[in-house]
C-alpha cells in the first residue's frame, strides 16, 4: 500500500515558527511531526511515499531524503494551494493505478491509532475521534450498521460530533481520481478550497461503502497548545520513561519524561518534566517545563514553561540580587 502525505501548508498558527520551517519539520519529543508520521507509518509496513510538498517543500525533500534514505519517495508540488482536494489531485497519477488501496494522511497530524488493523480492515475507513466543538472540523455521520452517510466540512449545525483526523484508507484508489477530477472539473468548492470531504462525498453518492475507525488519541500539531499537548504525550511513553543515565549533566536536575538532544551542555538547571530538547543547545541557570526547545539555541537565567523556542535562538533572562525583608511579597509574573 502506498501513502500520500499532503505538506504543502504554510502553517500561519505556527507563526514564527513556520515563518523559515515548514510545520512538518517542527521538532516534537525528540524528533519532527513529519518523522513521527513517517515512523509509524513505516512500523505499519508501509515503504512507498508520495509527498505533496509547496510551501518551502525544497526543505522537506532534503529532509526526507537525508533521514529516510531508503524509502521510495515521490515527490509532487502543490503550486498555488487551493486545499487538501487540489493536493491529492495533483497528486492522482501517483496512485490512481494502486491495487491495494491508498492510505492518506495529513502532515500535520500525528494519530495514535492500530494502524495495522486499520489497513486490514475491508474497504475504505474514515479514522475519527469524538470532539467537543464539532463545527471546526470536518464531521462523519453514520448509519445503519455504521456505515458512513455522510461528510462535511465544519458545518455550522453539526449533527454529529465525529471529526475526521486527517487519516484515510480508500479502497480505491481509481474511484478516488475519479473522485478528485470530479471535483476539480465542477469547482466545487467548500469555505473557499477543493476539499477531500467533497470528492468523499461524491464516492458517497456513487455508493462507495465507507465505515469509521475511532483513533486513541489525536494531535493536530498545527498550533501551540496542541503541539505542547502531542509533546507531553508522546513524551509520557515507554521509551522516554525508562531509567536513563543523566550523569553528563552532574550540576543539573532532570525530571522525566525529557528528550535531550545530542552534544548538550545543561548546568546549573532543572528541566522537565515534559521537555524536549534539540541538539547542541547550551542551557545555563534555567527552570523548563512542558516546553520545546530547538536545536543550536541557548538559554540563560531563564524559567519557561508552555513555551516553544526555534532552532538558534537565544534568551537571556535576568540575574537578581536582593535582599527581602519579612511580610514581603515579589511577583515577577
Not at 29 to 42: E, K, S, V
Not at 124 to 133: G, H, I, P, R, Y
Not at 229 to 242: G, K, Q, V
Request: proline share 6%.
Amino acid at each position: 500500500m502506498k501513502a500520500v502525505i499532503p505538506v504543502a501548508g504554510i502553517g500561519s498558527r505556527l507563526r514564527p515558527h513556520t515563518h523559515t520551517q515548514p510545520k512538518s519539520l517542527v521538532p516534537v519529543a525528540g524528533n519532527t511531526i513529519l518523522g513521527h508520521i513517517i515512523d509509524r507509518l513505516q512500523n505499519a509496513g508501509i515503504s512507498d511515499f508520495v509527498f505533496i510538498v509547496g510551501y518551502l517543500g525544497d526543505k522537506i525533500v532534503r529532509y526526507v531524503r537525508r533521514t529516510y534514505p531508503q524509502l521510495k519517495a515521490t515527490f509532487v508540488v502543490q503550486e498555488p494551494r487551493e486545499g487538501i482536494g487540489h493536493a491529492l489531485w495533483l497528486a492522482r497519477e501517483e496512485f490512481r493505478h494502486e491495487t491495494e488501496g491508498v492510505l492518506i494522511l495529513l502532515g500535520d497530524t500525528i494519530v495514535d491509532v492500530d494502524l495495522p488493523a486499520l489497513i486490514a480492515t475491508p474497504g475504505s475507513v474514515l479514522a475519527v475521534k469524538e470532539v467537543k466543538t464539532p463545527s471546526m472540523f470536518g464531521l462523519v455521520e453514520t448509519g445503519p450498521g455504521g456505515r458512513v452517510s455522510k461528510v462535511v466540512e465544519k458545518p455550522k449545525i453539526p449533527k454529529s460530533n465525529y471529526a475526521m483526523v486527517g487519516l484515510y484508507k480508500l479502497a480505491y484508489p481509481e474511484k478516488l481520481a475519479q473522485a478528485l477530477e470530479w471535483l476539480y472539473d465542477t469547482d466545487v468548492r467548500t469555505h473557499g478550497e477543493l476539499q477531500l470531504t467533497d470528492a468523499l462525498m461524491h464516492l458517497i453518492d456513487e455508493g462507495e461503502v465507507m465505515t469509521t475507525c475511532p483513533v486513541d488519541n489525536w494531535f493536530d500539531c498545527g498550533r501551540k497548545d496542541t503541539l505542547l499537548e502531542a509533546n507531553a504525550r508522546l513524551l509520557n511513553t515507554a521509551e522516554f520513561l525508562e531509567p536513563r543515565d543523566y550523569s553528563e549533566f552532574p550540576d543539573a536536575v532532570i525530571i522525566p519524561p525529557v528528550s535531550i538532544g545530542r552534544g548538550c551542555q545543561i548546568s546549573h538547571s532543572i528541566i522537565g518534566p515534559n521537555v524536549a530538547i534539540g541538539d547542541k543547545t547550551i542551557i545555563k541557570n534555567c527552570i523548563l517545563s512542558d516546553s520545546i526547545i530547538g536545536t543550536y539555541s541557548e538559554l540563560r537565567s531563564a524559567v519557561m514553561h508552555d513555551c516553544i523556542v526555534g532552532s538558534d535562538a537565544s534568551f537571556r533572562g535576568m540575574n537578581h540580587s536582593l535582599n527581602i525583608g519579612d511580610n514581603t511579597e515579589i511577583d515577577y509574573s
